[in-house]
């Protein structure tokens, strides 16, 4: 497991590190081209420095606490998506708070808390899995909560992306396919449903109309031609400058930035890191005997990939444009710290002794009896 171990840190340091350069890149950009003063590159750094002292935080928690107090994490996460609505509006939207000059989303840590709550009702109801009631529907009714509170906000990309990573979890854990590929054919029939009826926000049909028009949309046209313009390679470290007129260039279209310094090249190496990571830490998975612990980490690898699959879709005009940030590459800070907070659940889970012991479960951790 040492190897497993090395390549996986090694793909986290390489990830951080790309995202630091695009940063000061598109700093150095704006202030070059526009005479904008940005400091995407001092709030990345910052990010990661939180992001590694809740690392070693929940590295230092025995998976065991995190296995006994589950119902209290659902509780938590339930909390932290209200906590929204009791701060005022950014950008019209109830998704952040602002601490200072720091903003936190709190739907991106619910995210690792239901995926974590989930894996933990599927061990201690593993012989119910295949059940309709408390292998599917029972859980995804909690998952559905977090959904519905997401989609308040309002965040429908994300809600989106709660149910389906929820589904996923669900069938690793045993549940049946036919469950989920009819709950999947039923939630598209819904939103279509929802779509024609004008139940959508404004913005919200609009992106989808424009996407469907066959159009692209105009940050996605930036983008692309950013990276057109500068070939294989790229235009090198700061020699590019179109990114500048990108929107969000430093969170959802950050690889618009890589793009432009470093080329095709540049994007198809950071997609061979993503892969080395996911297959590390699947190969991690293999060395962990707890089922909710193993769940957990497949799920965990999951919603790296989807984050990673959905970003480069709306990059290359494959999807409409939603605002999910590139894993560990972008500013989106909530994200990053939210993800290595996962990632010390797993290694605590690896290392401590506690959790080659068997758990006994009392009659109160059944959630379905």
């Known amino acids: 497991m040492k190897q497993e171990l090395i390549v996986t840190f090694v793909s986290y ?9 695009a940063m000061y890149s598109l700093d150095i950009a704006k202030e070059m081209v526009l005479g904008v003063q940005s400091n995407f590159f001092q709030k990345h750094i910052f990010t990661l420095i939180i992001g590694f002292l ?3 935080i929940t590295l230092n928690i025995p998976y065991q606490v995190f296995y006994k107090y589950y119902k209290f994490l659902y509780l938590l996460g339930t909390g932290l998506l209200l906590s929204v609505f009791a701060f005022p509006k950014i950008n019209g939207v109830h998704r952040w708070i602002r601490l200072g000059s720091f903003t936190l989303q709190p739907s991106e840590f619910a995210k690792i808390i239901l995926l974590l709550f989930l894996s933990i009702y599927v061990e201690q109801n593993r012989e119910y899995m295949e059940s309709f009631w408390r292998g599917f529907l029972l859980p995804m009714l909690f998952a559905g909560g977090y959904a519905a509170l997401v989609m308040l906000q309002p965040n429908l990309s994300t809600a989106a992306l709660v149910l389906i990573v929820s589904m996923l979890t669900l069938y690793y854990g045993g549940a049946r396919f036919l469950y989920l590929l009819s709950t999947a054919v039923a939630g598209i029939v819904v939103f279509m449903t929802a ?71 540049g994007i198809l190496i950071i997609l061979i890191i993503y892969l080395f990571l996911a297959y590390a830490l699947m190969r991690v998975s293999s060395f962990i005997e707890r089922l909710s612990l193993r769940v957990f980490t497949w799920s965990y690898v999951t919603l790296i990939l989807l984050h990673l699959t959905i970003n480069l879709g709306v990059f290359a005009g494959m999807l409409p444009v939603t605002g999910v940030p590139l894993p560990f590459i972008s500013t989106g800070g909530s994200s990053m710290i939210a993800l290595l907070a996962g990632l010390g659940v797993i290694i605590s889970g690896v290392f401590y002794k506690e959790e080659r012991k068997p758990y006994k479960a009392t009659e109160g951790d059944d959630i379905g009896g």
């Open 195 to 265: 779509s024609a009826l004008g139940y959508l926000h404004s913005y919200q049909i609009g992106r989808l109309s424009h996407f469907f028009s066959g159009n692209l949309a105009p940050q996605v046209d930036i983008a692309l031609k950013a990276v057109k313009n500068s070939g294989i390679t790229g235009a090198g470290l700061l020699g590019g400058f179109m990114k500048v007129y990108v929107p969000e260039a430093e969170n959802d279209f950050v690889l618009a930035v890589i793009g432009e310094d470093f080329g095709f090249f």
């Open 54 to 56: 809740v690392f070693l």
């Open 13 to 21: 340091f390489m990830l951080f590190i790309i995202g630091a350069i």
